[in-house]
Every structure is written in C-alpha cells, then in structure tokens.
C-alpha cells in the first residue's frame, strides 16, 4: 500500500490533483450530506427556480470577462498575468453594470419570457451581483492556478459549501425565503469562496484602479483571439450545459425542473470533485508541456487515461442504483429524479472526460476549433428541445434522447482533442 501511495505522490500531477480534489472532496461531501435536508425542507418548484437562477449565472458569469480569464495562464511574465487579470476584472465590472441597466430598464418583459413570477422579482435583480461573483472567481481561479496556489484553492471550496449549506437552512424556517433561500446561500458562497482566493493570490483593487486603459493594450492585443473566438464558444459551450433547465420551463412544468436539477446537482458531484480539479491542473501542465515540447500528448494520454478509469467506476454503479438511492435518501416525492438521475449517468460520464481534456485546445491556443465545437453542441440541444417540444415527447423519453444525442457529439470532440495534443507544433519564444 505504502508503495501504491508513494508512486501516486511521485508526480506533481497526482499531487495538485489530489490537493484540489481533497478540498473539493469536503466541499461535496457537505453538499451530499445535507442534500437529504434541503429536499424536504424546500420543495421542487423552490430547486427549479434555483436551477433557472444557477443556469443564467453559468451562462452568463463564466463569459462575463470574455474569456481573458482564460488567458491569465499562458504569460511568461507575472507581470501580464497581473495585468490580465485586473483586464478581465475591469471587463467584469463593466458588463455586469450594463446588465443592472439593462434588467432595471427591461424587467418587465425579461421576467415572463423566464416564467419568473412578479413575485420574485428581487431575485432578479441580485443576478448582476452573482453574475460578477462568478466572473471575479473565475479570475482568481486561474490566477492561483497559474501561480500554483492549489491549497488556497481547495480550501476555498470547503469554504463555500461551508458557508452556503448552513445559510440556506437557517433560511428555510423563515416563510419570506420559501422560495429565495437556496439562491441567498449560493450568493454567500461565492463571495466567502472570492475572498479566500483574493487574498492568496494577492490581487489589489488598489493596483488595478491604479492601471490606466493604455497598460492593457499589449496584453489585450496579444491574447485578441480570446475574446475572438473563446468568448462566443464558452457562450455556446456554458449555454449547451445550462439552457437544460432554461428551455424545460416552456416544455414541462417547474417541478420537473426541480428533479432535473437535483439529478443534475448530484451526478455533477463527481466532475465538480475529480474531474474539474483534474482539468485545472492538466491545463497548467499542458500549457508548460507545450512551452517546452511543442505539444501535450504526453499529459493528454496519461490524463485520458486515469479519467476513462474514474469515469466506469463512478457512473456505471450510478447507472443502476439511482431509482432506487434517490427516493431512499431524498425521499419519495423525489423518485422521479432517481430515473432521470438514471439516464443522465451517461451523458455525465462522457462529459467527466470531456470537459476536462477540452482545456487542450485553450493550452494550444486553438479557440476557433473550440467555437466549432461548442457552436455545434449548442445546437444540437436546442435540436434535441425542438423534438422534444413539436413531438411533445414523455419526459422521461426526452431525457434518453438528450443524454445519447449529447454524449454522441462529446465522443467526436475527444477525438478531436486527441488530434490537437498530438500535433507538433513550434515552441513558443
């Protein structure tokens, strides 16, 4: 056994890997844990509507700085990661202000089109808030993860589902956040999880107001194709994984977006423990195989590797005991997200080895490509929902349609990824 951990510890991979995932591992054991409490405390209409809110920060908030986040990692200098980062923050807390406009202005004809009652509005206007929580965290994610900061890392995962859980209990006894209290929590969570990652990465409000617009030219120039060509695929890719529960609303009722969202919260369990850390590493490795040998195969094989093992191990049983675990622990009103749970490990399993070796065409600058492919996993669902809505398809059927119809396409851009980590190409200077 000795060995066994010793030879796993040899390599910095496994050991960031593990370094990550130990936090996250916390973080989501505290999720799961205290899932069967939030089931019974808030109904499905109160998860659906969380899910409506989740889905537009996601779509919304991991573009909001168009992308440079994304470019944070690949300076030579610690000097243009600084500056790219109080960049993108810059875009961050412009855009999020013009959406504050925008949403003040138009409420009143955004809200039905998302079938939000007039009675949640105040919601609605707390999304530019989370909107620029989610932008800022994503900054100082890849800031720490370029500087190797992976403990700060995972203990800011601990600290969000830390601060989260207990808030969204408390909440749940008081009748004015019956509804609200699930999105309060997520909103405590992103700010108690920012402010771990700002202080060990030592970003400066200070020192960004202190930059004036022209000292952005030369990194804003050099890293264009971001905002080019990253920017509108991480819209298709973000929009593909989270307009599931945006579209259901015209389709099906709230409550069944209620138990999508659930089943979805707990099968993204895994990738948000393993294989989000994974991918937060083998990106920094990638891009420093790539400086050094003018391609990432090595880090790309090995890591497809360990992710296609996890992957059979932890959604294989999934695949057989969801109808039967969830209305176990999350009780009987919920059995319905156990089937649905049960058809989802597919596509879910796919996309644990996906997503993370996707970061391969970020590490080898490649964001045309990554348009391509996000472009048409965006349309493919809204296909996949066109079919659902003209055939008015069961929605259990329709869930088996989506979870083969999307798995499909993640397996052709593997293959794409493995094509791209291969090729040689000129070491950057």
Same mark, same amino acid.
């Given at each position: 056994?000795?060995?066994?951990?010793?030879?796993?510890?040899?390599?910095?991979?496994?050991?960031?890997?593990?370094?990550?995932?130990?936090?996250?591992?916390?973080?989501?054991?505290?999720?799961?844990?205290?899932?069967?409490?939030?089931?019974?405390?808030?109904?499905?209409?109160?998860?659906?509507?969380?899910?409506?809110?989740?889905?537009?920060?996601?779509?919304?908030?991991?573009?909001?700085?168009?992308?440079?986040? /994304?470019?944070?990692?690949?300076?030579?200098?610690?000097?243009?990661?600084?500056?790219?980062?109080?960049?993108?923050?810059?875009?961050?807390?412009?855009?999020?202000?013009?959406?504050?406009?925008?949403?003040?202005?138009?409420?009143?004809? @955004?809200?039905?089109?998302?079938?939000?009652?007039?009675?949640?509005?105040?919601?609605?206007?707390?999304?530019?808030?989370?909107?620029?929580?989610?932008?800022?965290?994503?900054?100082?994610?890849?800031?720490?993860?370029?500087?190797?900061?992976?403990?700060?890392?995972?203990?800011?995962?601990?600290?969000?589902?830390?601060?989260?859980?207990?808030?969204?209990?408390?909440?749940?006894?008081?009748?004015?956040?019956?509804?609200?209290?699930?999105?309060?929590?997520?909103?405590?969570?992103?700010?108690?999880?920012?402010?771990?990652?700002?202080?060990?990465?030592?970003?400066?409000?200070?020192?960004?107001?202190?930059?004036?617009?022209?000292?952005?030219?030369?990194?804003?120039?050099?890293?264009?194709?971001? =905002?080019?060509?990253?920017?509108?695929?991480?819209?298709?890719?973000?929009?593909?994984?989270?307009?599931?529960?945006?579209?259901?609303?015209?389709?099906?009722?709230?409550?069944?977006?209620?138990?999508?969202?659930?089943?979805?919260?707990?099968?993204?369990?895994?990738?948000?423990?393993?294989?989000?850390?994974?991918?937060?590493?083998?990106?920094?490795?990638?891009?420093?195989?790539?400086?050094?040998?003018?391609?990432?195969?090595?880090?790309?094989?090995?890591? /497809?590797?360990? /992710?296609?093992?996890?992957? @059979?191990?932890?959604?294989?049983?999934?695949?057989?005991?969801?109808?039967?675990?969830?209305?176990?622990?999350?009780?009987?009103?919920?059995?319905?997200?156990?089937?649905?749970?049960?058809?989802?490990?597919?596509?879910?399993?796919?996309?644990?080895?996906?997503?993370?070796?996707?970061?391969?065409?970020?590490?080898?600058?490649?964001?045309?490509?990554?348009?391509?492919?996000?472009?048409?996993?965006?349309?493919?669902?809204?296909?996949?929902?066109?079919?659902?809505?003209?055939?008015? @398809?069961?929605?259990?059927?329709?869930?088996? /349609?989506?979870?083969?119809?999307?798995?499909?396409?993640?397996? @052709?851009?593997?293959?794409?990824?493995?094509?791209?980590?291969?090729?040689?190409?000129?070491? =950057?200077?």
């Amino acid at each position: 056994m000795e060995r066994i951990i010793s030879k796993i510890l040899k390599t910095d991979f496994n050991k960031n890997v593990l370094i990550l995932s130990g936090g996250t591992a916390i973080s989501q054991v505290l999720l799961v844990a205290f899932s069967p409490i939030l089931t019974r405390i808030y109904t499905p209409n109160a998860f659906g509507l969380y899910a409506v809110f989740l889905s537009l920060i996601a779509i919304i908030g991991s573009n909001i700085c168009l992308k440079y986040d /994304l470019a944070i990692m690949l300076p030579r200098k610690v000097e243009d990661v600084y500056k790219l980062s109080y960049l993108a923050n810059y875009i961050n807390i412009t855009l999020s202000t013009i959406l504050l406009i925008i949403i003040i202005i138009g409420h009143n004809f @955004i809200m039905p089109l998302l079938h939000i009652q007039h009675s949640n509005i105040y919601l609605f206007f707390l999304l530019p808030l989370a909107i620029y929580f989610v932008g800022f965290n994503s900054i100082l994610v890849n800031l720490n993860n370029r500087l190797k900061n992976y403990k700060p890392m995972a203990v800011s995962n601990i600290a969000k589902n830390g601060t989260m859980i207990p808030i969204q209990i408390f909440l749940s006894f008081l009748k004015a956040f019956s509804l609200s209290g699930l999105i309060i929590g997520q909103l405590a969570a992103y700010l108690s999880g920012n402010r771990i990652l700002k202080i060990n990465s030592s970003f400066s409000f200070r020192q960004m107001f202190q930059h004036k617009l022209h000292d952005f030219k030369n990194v804003s120039l050099k890293y264009r194709e971001f =905002p080019y060509y990253a920017f509108p695929a991480g819209i298709a890719n973000s929009a593909s994984l989270n307009i599931a529960s945006l579209l259901m609303t015209s389709i099906y009722s709230i409550s069944f977006v209620g138990f999508f969202a659930l089943a979805y919260r707990i099968l993204s369990a895994p990738s948000i423990l393993i294989s989000h850390n994974v991918a937060q590493v083998y990106y920094q490795e990638a891009c420093e195989e790539i400086r050094t040998k003018g391609n990432c195969y090595s880090v790309f094989k090995s890591t /497809l590797k360990k /992710l296609t093992i996890l992957a @059979i191990f932890v959604f294989v049983p999934l695949f057989f005991s969801s109808e039967y675990l969830f209305p176990l622990i999350f009780g009987n009103e919920w059995s319905t997200a156990g089937t649905i749970a049960k058809y989802l490990t597919i596509v879910s399993g796919v996309r644990f080895i996906a997503s993370s070796l996707s970061y391969t065409l970020n590490a080898a600058e490649k964001q045309k490509l990554s348009l391509v492919n996000n472009s048409f996993l965006l349309i493919t669902n809204l296909v996949i929902f066109y079919l659902g809505y003209i055939f008015k @398809i069961d929605f259990i059927d329709f869930i088996k /349609l989506y979870s083969l119809g999307i798995s499909f396409l993640y397996l @052709i851009f593997l293959f794409s990824f493995f094509l791209i980590a291969k090729k040689t190409r000129k070491i =950057p200077e």
